[in-house]
């Protein structure tokens, strides 16, 4: 069965720290790749997605993410994260064969940035 | 456009109780669906619905139905709420035309005592 895995179930930074967030996921064919955010109280928004070509991509608020095809991953990455980055991440997978837009999340990585 | 909206935002039930979840979209999109999220686990699909008129099970189904009314509105209903459906349930829309990528709903905090 298809699954997603963060690595990282909580993390703890200082405003100003760089921030990467690991995602691997199980699924040989071809995928699109999401993370989302969910900010205290609120509902999951999208930070960037993968579809295809440059597998470097950049989302919202100074976040990016690079996509290893070899290695099955989708880390997220921030070079200086600030207080308000404090949030929910999720990472999730759709695999295209199935034609459904089904996701398979990840189960979460909660950041914590100390001001 | 308001994107994807639920009804009630809070709910408390006893157990042996039934509700339904409301969930619409305004953007056209072929596909819906619900997932539950708790604590350490992400989101968990419970039902989906491809395009108007097909729904399936996801990932959690069990003690869960479904009705895709038509192409913006997808329930959820719970027949005989148990302890173990306290959770917060999000809808999700999204449209191959977007290569799938979800819009969610804010979700609706259900408790079952």
């Known amino acids: 069965a298809q699954s997603v895995s963060q690595h990282n179930h909580h993390v703890i930074l200082s405003e100003a720290a760089s921030l990467e967030l690991g995602c691997n996921y199980s699924y040989g064919g071809t995928v699109n790749l999401f993370w989302y955010v969910q900010y205290p109280g609120q509902h999951l928004q999208l930070l960037l997605k993968?579809?295809?070509?440059?597998?470097l991509v950049k989302g919202i608020k100074g976040f990016e993410a690079e996509f290893i095809k070899s290695k099955f991953s989708f880390n997220l990455r921030k070079p200086s994260v600030q207080w308000s980055d404090t949030a929910e991440y999720f990472c999730?997978?759709?695999?295209?064969?199935?034609?459904?837009?089904?996701?398979?999340f990840g189960q979460g990585t909660t950041l914590q940035v100390k001001p | 456009n308001a994107g994807v909206t639920q009804t009630p935002k809070f709910q408390v039930l006893k157990t042996g109780q039934s509700m339904t979840l409301q969930c619409a979209q305004d953007m056209n999109h072929n596909s819906m669906y619900w997932y539950r999220q708790d604590p350490g686990m992400g989101l968990r699909l419970i039902y989906y619905s491809a395009s108007e008129g097909t729904t399936d099970k996801g990932e959690v189904p069990n003690g869960y139905n479904v009705s895709r009314l038509n192409k913006r509105e997808f329930s959820l209903r719970l027949e005989s709420a148990a302890p173990s459906q306290t959770s917060v349930y999000f809808c999700?829309?999204?449209?191959?035309?977007?290569?799938?990528?979800?819009?969610f709903g804010p979700g609706t905090r259900l408790t079952v005592t």
């Open positions: 993968y579809f295809s070509g440059d597998p």
């Open positions: 999700a829309s999204s449209d191959p035309g977007e290569l799938y990528e979800q819009y």
């Open positions: 999730a997978v759709n695999a295209l064969r199935s034609n459904t837009g089904k996701l398979i």
